[in-house]
Structure formats: C-alpha cells, structure tokens
C-alpha cells in the first residue's frame, strides 16, 4: 500500500464502497500460499516492517477501486491480473488506533515473485496461512487470509482449481478427495437444522446449507463436534452421532470430488446461535417435505436420501 490514502474523486455507481479509498489484492496460487509483501522497516508509514498485500490508496483518475488496484499491482510489483473479483472489506488498524477501511480483491497467479520488477518495499513471497502468525503482521490482513482459506477449501467452486485437479487427473497423478462433515438434527417436530450462508460467501451465498466444515488432521466425527460448538454453541457427545448420508460430489467436469458425509445428532445440548456471523446469517428449522430456497442442492439430496432410508447418493458424475 502507498504510505498515503488519495482523496476519493466523486464515486461512480460501480464502487463497491463510496468511503473506501484504499484497495489491495489477496493474491493466492490455488494449493493454499499467499503472496505478501514486506514493507519497508522506515518511520512515517503505514505498518514499516510489515508483511501486507499489494495496493494503495486510491488516485483521482481511478473510476473505481478495481482499476485502482490494478494500477497499484501494475506500478508496485509488474502484476496484471484479469480474474480479480471483490472479496471482502478489511478494516485495518494502525498504532496510532487509526482504522482505514480497504477494499480486498482476489486474485490467482502461481509465477515466480523473484521475477517480478519490484518497485517498493523489500520483498515479496509465498506463505501458506499456518505459518502466518509468525510473522509480522497485521491481525485484521491475518484474519482476512484465514478467511479466505477457509471458503476456498470448505466448498467446490467453478474456478481454477476444478482445472488444476483436472490437469492432475490428465498427468495420471491420484486426484484425492476432499472430506467434508453436515450435521443433520431434527427438532421435536421433525424439522432439519439449516443455515443460511453469508451473501459473501464465496460458495452458496444467500442460500441454505448445513452446519458443515472439513476435518483438519483429525476424525470425522471429532471434526463434526467442533464444527457444531464453533458454529452454533452446540454440544454434541461424540457417542450420540451417526452416520446418516453419504454424498460423493463432483462439482463440474474435471472438478476436484468431495466426499460429503451428514451425521445424525440423536441428542445435543444449546440452542442453535450466531457464532461466525462472517458465515451464517441465521439457523432455522424446516420441514423436510417444505425445503427452503434457495439450497444447495447436494444438501436437498441428503435429505430426500435420508427420507427415503438410503445411505449414498452421488451427484455430478457423469
């Protein structure tokens, strides 16, 4: 980012936020690294020594923020990215408590940073999220990046992955399944548990879903636990799930399968709540034969597979 914020020209109906006047790109390589940025380590700017993401503050001739961070990636580091797409508003602090709001794009590229014609700070470099909080850098960029490790792994996309997993397929490599866990409940009257997704969500916004998530290095019944608590506040025995329904998914053609398994809670304890609202925007309970809409539709197909006694279903094969 540039060490000072331009004055915003007279907004057109095409920017995404008419107070924002910084814009940067969360850059990833589609297998989970992020490219950042070290700035330099000087008095008088913002976050000295910090690694960031590439942009800057918007100019008077930028008619909107996404030409702004592109002219930013074009002047700082060489970049000319055509798949950016907004994801998210990052309110970053500063040490004086100074709150600037920054419009994020995302972006894929998978080349080289040594090789780019770096014009500012020190350097740039890939990081995968687990490494992350050891470095310098700002709680806000941080938590953004996990964010968006999350999405893009929790749900299939139409984008550059499903061709990356199809070019493993033609290379002859194993294309592994991702494993995915749903919570299916019923309440005294019958009535499933669903959620409503974020609208910014980057799979399925503004549509109902299941409480789900993926393992990570542990079972999928652990996995479920976890998810419930961190989600909705709900308390769930491990001895009290079941597996109810298997959806093996493939989401396009050469898209990357996913193993989707819903389990049955027979008992639970807590009332379904808020606890990510970055996620979901409200838990509700529907009858099974009166679904709402929209659904994801591998979510309509456990439940019509749980109705009718059967254990699998697959969807997307051809």
């Known amino acids: 980012m540039t060490e000072t914020t331009s004055q915003l020209a007279a907004p057109s109906p095409t920017t995404l936020r008419a107070e924002t006047a910084n814009a940067s790109a969360l850059i990833h390589d589609g297998t989970g690294a ?34 702004t961070v592109r002219r930013e990636l074009r002047e700082e580091a060489g970049l000319d990215l055509p798949g950016l797409v907004p994801f998210a508003v990052e309110e970053a602090r500063g040490d004086d408590g100074t709150t600037v709001p920054i419009q994020i794009f995302a972006g894929r590229w998978n080349g080289d940073p040594a090789t780019l014609p770096l014009t500012e700070g020190v350097m740039l470099h890939w990081f995968r999220p687990d490494v992350m909080p050891r ?28 061709t990356a997993s199809a070019s493993v397929a033609a290379s002859g490599a194993p294309v592994l399944n991702v494993v995915g866990v749903h919570l299916y409940v019923e309440n005294l009257d019958g009535e499933v548990l669903l959620g409503l997704r974020h609208p910014d969500s980057a799979y399925a916004g503004s549509t109902w879903h299941f409480l789900a998530g993926h393992c990570e290095q542990e079972s999928a019944v652990s996995c479920l636990v976890r998810e419930a608590h961190e989600e909705a506040g ?59 809409t929209p659904i994801v539709p591998y979510t309509r197909a456990a439940i019509e597979g749980i109705r009718a006694g059967l254990l699998y279903t697959e969807v997307g094969w051809s």
């Not at 700035?39 to 503050?57: A, F, M, N, Q």
């Not at 470095?135 to 499903?162: C, G, K, N, Q, Y």
Request: aromatic share 6%; hydrophobic share 35%.
């Open 34 to 67: 992020y490219l950042l940025h070290l700035r330099d380590d000087v008095p008088g700017i913002w976050e000295p020594g910090s690694w960031s993401l590439l942009g800057g503050g918007r100019e008077p001739g930028d008619r909107t923020l996404e030409e």
């Open 135 to 162: 470095l310098r850098m700002a709680p806000s960029t941080l938590a953004l990046i996990h964010h968006h490790a999350e999405l893009d792994s929790a749900e299939p996309r139409a984008d550059a992955s499903s």
């Open 234 to 292: 709900l308390v769930i025995d491990p001895g009290d799930v079941e597996l109810a329904h298997v959806v093996h998914l493939v989401h396009g053609s050469g898209g990357r399968p996913r193993m989707q398994m819903v389990f049955r809670a027979r008992r639970w304890a807590g009332t379904p709540e808020i606890r990510e609202p970055d996620k979901c925007k409200s838990w509700d309970w529907w009858p099974q034969d009166a679904l709402p």
